[in-house]
């Protein structure tokens, strides 16, 4: 082997062995969506905390290892003198980026944990905090089971009046989850309801179960939920898929 063949072979595996992966945004929505992320566990944030995204928008971002983290989408946003805010999952930043906040609830979630050393991520789309807007998280270039977690249904259009979020025009736009809209131990999965055998999938838990079953729609969720993938995937977030 010829020392340029061996060198082009070492750096081939190099970045085999190290690849950027990323987490890109695709807006499928008949209107703007304005992504928000979160790092977890007191780590620093990603390389933005939150953006426009135009229909027919995409935009990616990478994603290091290990990290452990959310994402959401908020609706209805708009500047008002300088302060700029949303109607469903406002990070009360009051700018674009949410410098660190999370989305206030209710709002569809895309939680994700890459591991180190190629191991095995998780993902998963969440109604745990209720739901906005539809979004669906699918890997790309992992091994593994590697399934795609989604909530394509339109939740606001089926969601219980006691648990509906309403714009100024009157339109449901959000979905609150029941542990939010009645925040009692059963709904919320919290002490004494807070293990699998005391906290069964409620009669609002199984709406969103039955129009999302690719998605979590309660803390204890049934294991086919749950999607892992190894060997450092990147990912795809779409909003209305
Ligand atoms: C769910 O059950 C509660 C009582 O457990 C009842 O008050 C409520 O109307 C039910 N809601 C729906 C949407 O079925
Ligand atoms: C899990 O998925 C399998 C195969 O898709 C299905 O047969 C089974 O009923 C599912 N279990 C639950 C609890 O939904």
């Not at 977690?149 to 006691?162: H, I, K, L, R, Y």
């Amino acid at each position: 082997m010829n020392t340029q063949v061996f060198f082009a072979l070492t750096l081939a595996f190099l970045f085999a062995g190290t690849h950027a992966a990323t987490v890109t945004f695709t807006n499928k929505c008949t209107y703007t969506v304005w992504p928000g992320t979160l790092t977890g566990d007191q780590k620093p944030q990603l390389s933005t905390t939150g953006f426009e995204l135009r229909t027919g928008a995409n935009r990616a971002v990478d994603l290091p290892a290990p990290w452990s983290g959310r994402f959401w989408g908020r609706t209805g946003c708009s500047d008002n003198s300088g302060r700029f805010t949303c109607t469903t999952a406002d990070c009360g930043s009051g700018q674009v980026e949410c410098n660190g906040n999370g989305g206030a609830p209710p709002a569809t979630l895309v939680e994700i944990t890459t591991a180190a050393n190629n191991g095995q991520d998780y993902y998963d789309v969440s109604l745990v905090d209720g739901f906005n807007v539809p979004m669906s998280v699918s890997t790309q270039g992992g091994t593994g089971e590697c399934k795609t977690s989604s909530c394509p249904a339109d939740v606001n259009a089926n969601c219980p009046a006691e648990l509906q979020l309403k714009g100024a025009d009157g339109n449901v736009i959000a979905c609150k989850s029941a542990c939010e809209q009645f925040k009692e131990p059963k709904y919320c999965c919290t002490p004494p309801n807070d293990k699998p055998e005391t906290c069964p999938p409620t009669n609002y838990s199984m709406i969103f179960e039955n129009l999302c079953p690719q998605a979590y729609s309660y803390a204890y969720d049934d294991v086919n939920s749950t999607f892992t993938c190894s060997n450092r995937p990147s990912y795809v977030i779409t909003f209305c898929p």
